[in-house]
T-cell receptor, first 116, second 118 residues
Framework: AQKITQTQPGMFVQEKEAVTLDCTYD???????LFWYKQPSSGEMIFLIY??????QNATEGRYSLNFQKARKSANLVISASQLGDSAMYFC?????????????FGTGTRLKVLA | DVKVTQSSRYLVKRTGEKVFLECVQD?????MFWYRQDPGLGLRLIYF???????EKGDIPEGYSVSREKKERFSLILESASTNQTSMYLC?????????????????FGEGSRLTVL
């Protein structure tokens, strides 16, 4: 079974609009972390935002926010005021396991295209 | 800045060749990882290491081995390359838990090595 599920292979959004990229996860660990990465066409992986399983508030980093719904096991990324430079592949990832031997599991990604 | 360096951006090899992919990080990270990235499949974990000479299998270790003789270096080895190992390979590393004020535990990635096996 998939541990990280991203159901949107591709999405379009108009410049300056907000967009939500979906991510659901599956784990039985009480302690885990959730991450979002951006991969532009150049290929580098850029860390965007992190949410810990015990964090009470949703994480925010500039125009990025993470809509964390623990009971539903979802960790959707919200990008506000989209820019052309946001066009990229976006990956959701989960850290699980014991301290010191963490594994990081990635989803299949969502390709976002921002339209002018 | 954290620097994760992969030895080759592009490689072309023949079926049956032994292939070494090298990864070096310069920030004394404990944990290092090798992933392969394929369209529609995302990043899949091949092997990871949480200390020198320590290794753990990821989700797709078949056909691969790894070596971590020094803390800064994590090598991925394809003993006998096959065409289905044509892929983008990404190395990553992370801080030890508890290091750094704002240590979220995110992975730091290299630029990737695109391997083509003919």
């Amino acid at each position: 079974a998939q541990k990280i599920t991203q159901t949107q292979p591709g999405m379009f959004v108009q410049e300056k609009e907000a967009v939500t990229l979906d991510c659901t996860y599956d784990t039985s660990d009480p302690s885990y972390g959730l991450f979002w990465y951006k991969q532009p066409s150049s290929g580098e992986m850029i860390f965007l935002i992190y949410q810990g399983s015990y964090d009470q508030q949703n994480a925010t980093e500039g125009r990025y926010s993470l809509n964390f719904q623990k009971a539903r096991k979802s960790a959707n990324l919200v990008i506000s005021a989209s820019q052309l430079g946001d066009s990229a592949m976006y990956f959701c990832a989960m850290r699980e396991g014991a301290i010191g031997t963490y594994k990081y599991i990635f989803g299949t990604g969502t390709r976002l295209k921002v339209l002018a | 800045d954290v620097k994760v360096t992969q030895s080759s951006r592009y490689l072309v090899k023949r079926t049956g060749e032994k292939v070494f992919l090298e990864c070096v990080q310069d920030m004394d990270h404990e944990n290092m990882f090798w992933y392969r990235q394929d369209p529609g499949l995302g990043l899949r974990l091949i092997y990871f290491s949480y200390d020198v000479k320590m290794k753990e299998k990821g989700d797709i270790p078949e056909g691969y081995s790894v070596s971590r003789e020094k803390k800064e270096r994590f090598s991925l080895i394809l003993e006998s390359a096959s065409t289905n190992q044509t892929s983008m390979y990404l190395c990553a590393s992370r801080w030890k838990v508890g290091v750094g004020i704002a240590n979220t535990g995110e992975l730091f990635f290299g630029e990737g090595s695109r391997l083509t096996v003919l």
